[in-house]
């Protein structure tokens, strides 16, 4: 791999200025939703939009030396092309919560055993790896968005309490995650769901 990262996220010297298409968002839907399975292999920081376009691909690989997270919070933002909506239907929820609230990089052991990563490579030989995984079938191949969860009032409760207490005592960084949206809230709705149903408290 060439670099020293994946992709470590947004210029911040482009904040604020008008954006220019194609969205990320979009994009990252359409490589979601194609008929073709999209594998990539990680290296390097892979932080804020390069974690999000990870988690839009069909199966990811990380290389030696990665590092995930979704620091948009140290910024006073959210992340913002579909990472708060993939992560938690991807891992554990009070896993996906914890990794977003705090900003923090993940790395590749814990990114591995977290179910972020589907399993860990070699240079020059991973992607042909996985893609030869995927059709023989001992890699699943899986459309994040389309992952169906249900809300945890437990865990909705506990995390919550956190992000207020982090919030009270200026120690840390508290955000609260909206709902709605075409792939629901980041508690685990099922997609299209009506949050104001599900018991959470998170709309």
């Given at each position: 791999?060439?670099?020293?990262a994946?992709?470590?996220?947004?210029?911040?010297?482009?904040?604020?200025?008008p954006?220019?298409?194609?969205?990320l968002?979009?994009?990252?839907?359409?490589?979601e939703?194609?008929?073709?399975?999209?594998?990539i292999?990680v290296?390097?920081?892979?932080?804020g939009?390069?974690?999000?376009?990870?988690?839009?691909?069909?199966?990811?690989?990380?290389?030696?030396?990665?590092?995930?997270?979704?620091?948009?919070?140290?910024?006073?933002?959210?992340?913002?092309?579909?990472g708060?909506?993939?992560?938690?239907?991807l891992?554990?929820?009070?896993?996906?919560?914890?990794?977003?609230?705090?900003?923090?990089?993940?790395?590749?052991?814990?990114?591995?055993?977290?179910?972020i990563?589907?399993r860990?490579?070699?240079?020059?030989?991973?992607?042909?790896?996985?893609?030869?995984?995927?059709?023989?079938?001992?890699?699943?191949?899986?459309?994040?968005?389309?992952?169906?969860?249900q809300?945890?009032?437990?865990?909705?409760?506990?995390?919550?309490?956190?992000?207020?207490?982090?919030?009270s005592?200026?120690?840390?960084?508290?955000?609260?995650?909206?709902?709605?949206?075409?792939?629901g809230c980041?508690?685990?709705?099922?997609a299209?769901?009506?949050?104001?149903?599900?018991?959470?408290?998170?709309a």
């Open positions: 791999m060439e670099g020293r994946l992709s470590a996220g947004a210029d911040i010297r482009e904040f604020g200025k954006p220019i298409p194609p969205r968002p979009d994009v990252l839907d359409q490589i939703a194609s008929k073709k399975r999209v594998v292999v290296h390097g920081a892979t932080l939009g390069g974690l999000e376009l990870a988690l839009a691909c069909h199966a990811r690989v990380g290389l030696p030396g990665a590092r995930l997270g979704l620091p948009e919070v140290t910024l006073g933002l959210l992340p913002g092309a579909g708060t909506q993939r992560l938690p239907r891992i554990a929820l009070e896993s996906a919560i914890e990794i977003i609230s705090t900003g923090r990089q993940v790395p590749i052991e814990e990114a591995l055993e977290l179910g990563l589907d860990t490579g070699k240079p020059h030989e991973a992607a042909l790896a996985a893609a030869a995984a995927i059709l023989d079938g001992s890699l699943i191949a899986r459309r994040t968005g389309d992952i169906v969860l809300p945890d009032p437990t865990v909705c409760a506990r995390s919550g309490a956190r992000c207020r207490a982090w919030a005592s200026g120690d840390g960084i508290a955000v609260r995650f909206f709902g709605g949206g075409r792939r980041d508690c685990g709705h099922q299209g769901g009506d949050s104001r149903r599900s018991g959470c408290g998170c």
